[in-house]
């Protein structure tokens, strides 16, 4: 029986298909597709406006005490096109289907699976929560602290937790747990590549495309102290005294005495928060960027009313100029990915745009008659944003 031509629709639908098998990241992550987009196709800079939710205070007592909604809003710009470019013939396309896959799609697909995964994975840097399991092997107490971190988060405890592993993480917790992983129809069809099980509240899988992440000169004990007290709600910066050593973006750091408070009830954890550098800092007095931003009260109070006061001592994860490789938990509202439809050309000898799971892809393929050849261009218009960091927390460990 002869085969069939394989039609733009067809190929465009297995090229999605593989590309999401291969993003266990991204296909963990809310993913948004805005098919407003679809009419003459997106542009590079177009963006998603992200509602956050509203937070509010209680009254204690009969007397009336109103408050303002005050709606706040993040923005995702889709502005980043990339895609893998081909040459294939029309006798290419008569192949069946899974031959077309194994010798075309699957290695185009596999490479720019792997550079949206990457580009996804910088998102890391956001995270300001941390297990410090620095010194010892990735095991099933620091999973437990990290479930602790998103539970006093307040992240739902539903089944769209996850955690990304190192590939050394991978090794340690493989072994550590071994028998709590059991063998279920998700693991057998391995709907995503990497994927290992669930225990915990999680699901987990590994990644050899997380980042390493190279910290500061500063020691953990850094030798800096705040100056001047920081109690403004919605303050991102906080002003050091003199010092000669560096943070890094990345770096994560704490005050002493800014304690985190309970997201409802606004109580003293007895815990301190942990911000996030969000720059480069480059020694000395000056000013560091941090997040999240400090909330002393209100509804989104996050540290006690105290603030960062001043002359307090400033505390860094990790040693100086110390290279780690973090594994990842998270629910997947603390990411956000957006894709949206490129425009459709017209005249062309082959095209198709097909969404499959909030991706959008496009397949443009046209005769090139100076040299007998039909070059073929498959594209992703994307973008990624930090929608809500409390939600993830990296786990740093060996």
Known sequence: MANSILTPTAVTREALRILHQKLNFVGNINRTYDDSFAKTGAKIGDSLKIRLPNEYVVRTGPTLSAQDTTEISTTLQVATQKGVDLNFTSVDLTLSLDDFSKRVLDPAMAVLAANIEAD???????????????????NFRA??????????????MDSNRSVLLNTQDNVDLVDALKGLFQDSTA????????????????????????????????AAATGYTVNGAVTA?????????????????GDIITFVGANRVHPESKVDTGTL????????????????????????SGGRQNVVAAGIANGVAVAKVGGASALYKPSLAFHKDAFAFATADLVMPQGVDFASRQVMDGISMRIVRQYDINNDKFPCRLDVLYGYKTIRAQLACRILSN
């Not at 297990?131 to 990735?138: D, E, Q, R």
């Not at 915990?200 to 899988?205: A, P």
């Open 120 to 138: 996804a994975l910088s998102m890391m840097a956001d995270v300001y929560n941390n297990v410090n399991n620095i010194g010892s092997a990735a």
């Open 187 to 218: 693991i057998k069809e391995q709907y995503r590549e990497g994927s290992m099980g669930r225990t915990g509240g999680y699901d987990f899988y590994e990644n050899t495309l997380i980042q390493n992440s190279l910290t500061g000169t500063a």
């Open 143 to 156: 999973l437990m602290n990290s479930r602790k971190v998103l539970n006093d988060s307040l992240a739902p």
């Open 273 to 296: 928060q942990q911000f996030v550098v969000t720059a480069d800092y480059a020694g000395g007095a000056g000013t560091i960027n941090i997040s999240p931003a400090i909330y002393t």
């Open 233 to 249: 709600n919605g303050s991102t910066q906080v002003v050091l005294a003199t010092g000669s050593t560096t943070f890094k973006k």
